[in-house]
C-alpha cells in the first residue's frame, strides 16, 4: 500500500494534520474548561458577597428595631411603639416580656388563635394577655 514515495508522503502528511488537530483540541478544550472553570467561581464568589451583605444588612436593621424597644418596654404602654416597630420592621408582631411573666405586643388583645395552650390558660385565668 505504501510502495510509492507519494503514497508514504500522503500518509505522513495526514499522521500529521490528525496528530496536530487532536493535540490542538485538547488544548483549546482544556484552556476554555479552565477558564470557565474560573469565570464561574468568580461569579459565585461576587454573588455570594453580595447575598452574604444583604443578609448582614437585613438581620442589622432588625437586630436595630429590637434594640430601640429597650425604653419603650418600660414606659406603661408600650402598645404603640410596639405596634409602630412591628410595621417599620415587618414583623407578624412584637413581643415584650416582663419579669413578673406578663407580657405586652403589638397586637393590644392578643392573638387567641396563636396562643400555645399554657398561654391560654393563663389568659383565661385572667392573667396578662399582652
Same mark, same amino acid.
Given at each position: ?21 487532536? %493535540? ?5 478544550? *482544556? #484552556?476554555?474548561?479552565? /477558564? ?9 464568589? =461576587? ?27 418600660l414606659t406603661a404602654d408600650p402598645t404603640l411603639t410596639l405596634k409602630a416597630i %412591628? ?5 407578624? *408582631? #412584637?413581643?415584650?416580656? /416582663? ?9 393590644? =388583645?392578643?392573638?387567641p388563635g396563636r396562643l400555645r395552650s399554657d398561654q391560654q390558660a393563663v389568659v ?7
Amino acid at each position: 500500500m505504501f510502495a510509492s514515495i507519494r503514497s508514504r508522503v500522503l500518509a505522513a502528511s495526514l499522521t500529521i494534520v490528525g496528530c496536530a488537530l487532536i %493535540a490542538n483540541t485538547s488544548l483549546n478544550y *482544556s #484552556v476554555a474548561n479552565r /477558564y470557565n472553570t474560573v469565570g464561574t467561581n468568580q461569579n459565585l464568589n =461576587a454573588i455570594l458577597v453580595g447575598h452574604e451583605t444583604g443578609i448582614e444588612d437585613w438581620v442589622a436593621a432588625k437586630a436595630q428595631m429590637i434594640a430601640s424597644v429597650d425604653d419603650a418596654a418600660l414606659t406603661a404602654d408600650p402598645t404603640l411603639t410596639l405596634k409602630a416597630i %412591628a410595621a417599620a420592621g415587618g414583623f407578624t *408582631s #412584637v413581643y415584650v416580656g /416582663y419579669p413578673d411573666k406578663t407580657m405586652r405586643s403589638s397586637n393590644a =388583645a392578643g392573638d387567641p388563635g396563636r396562643l400555645r395552650s399554657d398561654q391560654q390558660a393563663v389568659v383565661q385565668a385572667g392573667g396578662e394577655s399582652g
